[in-house]
């Protein structure tokens, strides 16, 4: 945990914050808290700074915040992603989140598989945890927002335009030319498929809805490696 993550419902009246659960043994059994000591601390949604223990009991941990920073810079890259398997998708989840992207819609394909939309982590309980472990490592307080959309053509066709107005559209096409350096650093919504990528008719789709098709050399990565990939070579300028 490099952020631990504060809440507003977490304050107390006299200001001070009192957090119990997996955050508080957090603190207990890996940062070893003790009254005095100082944490790297962040407000859901607002600003980043340092929490001072004031005590730390067995059930929980008092402390006091200050806050110092805004949180860092989002990536400005909309994901589009064909749902992968589950621990696929954990994955996923977390490196685009942990790289600053804040806007994340998993869309369907002809090769995802039916029983991946009725997942159990497609829960809003399961993305909450994962999302907060994801802000944690990455110094980050602000949430992303995650979209669900289980049919490939409406998506494209009807929401798609609505999205992110002005930014260019590139999806990764095995085979295609590597990402060109001016996409690098400018708002981009990004479209990855399942692994070996969408079939030819979503691709040829994508590139009539006024995608540009872009690629990662000759090799045929895993989804999440792709994702990490692009997505290093989109954040070059960006910060």
Not at 40 to 46: K, V, Y
Not at 76 to 94: D, F
């Amino acid at each position: 945990m490099n952020l631990l993550l504060l809440e507003e419902k977490d304050f107390l009246p006299s200001g001070e914050a009192r957090i119990s659960g997996r955050r508080h043994r957090q603190l207990r059994d890996v940062i070893k808290a003790v009254p005095g000591k100082r944490c790297r601390a962040g407000i859901l949604g607002g600003m980043r700074g340092h929490a001072e223990i004031l005590a730390c009991e067995e059930d929980l941990t008092i402390l006091r915040f200050s806050e110092e920073d805004p949180p860092p810079p989002p990536l400005p890259v909309t994901l589009l992603i064909a749902l992968p398997r589950p621990q696929t998708y954990t994955k996923v989840l977390n490196c685009a989140v942990e790289m600053g992207v804040k806007r994340i819609d998993f869309i369907n394909s002809f090769k995802v598989e039916k029983s991946f939309w009725q997942g159990s982590r497609l829960s809003q309980e399961y993305l909450d945890n994962e999302l907060r472990l994801a802000l944690e490592q990455a110094a980050d307080t602000v949430m992303p927002q995650i979209f669900f959309h289980p049919r490939f053509k409406p998506f494209i066709e009807d929401e798609l335009p609505g999205l992110s107005p002005g930014a260019a559209r590139i999806a990764g096409i095995p085979g295609a030319e590597e990402v060109p350096e001016r996409f690098a650093g400018a708002p981009v919504v990004l479209a990855v498929g399942p692994e070996g990528g969408f079939t030819d008719y979503e691709n040829g789709f994508l590139l009539e809805h006024g995608f540009t098709g872009v690629g990662l050399g000759p090799h045929i990565l895993r989804t999440e490696f792709a994702v990490a990939a692009l997505l290093a070579r989109l954040s070059i300028r960006s910060f």
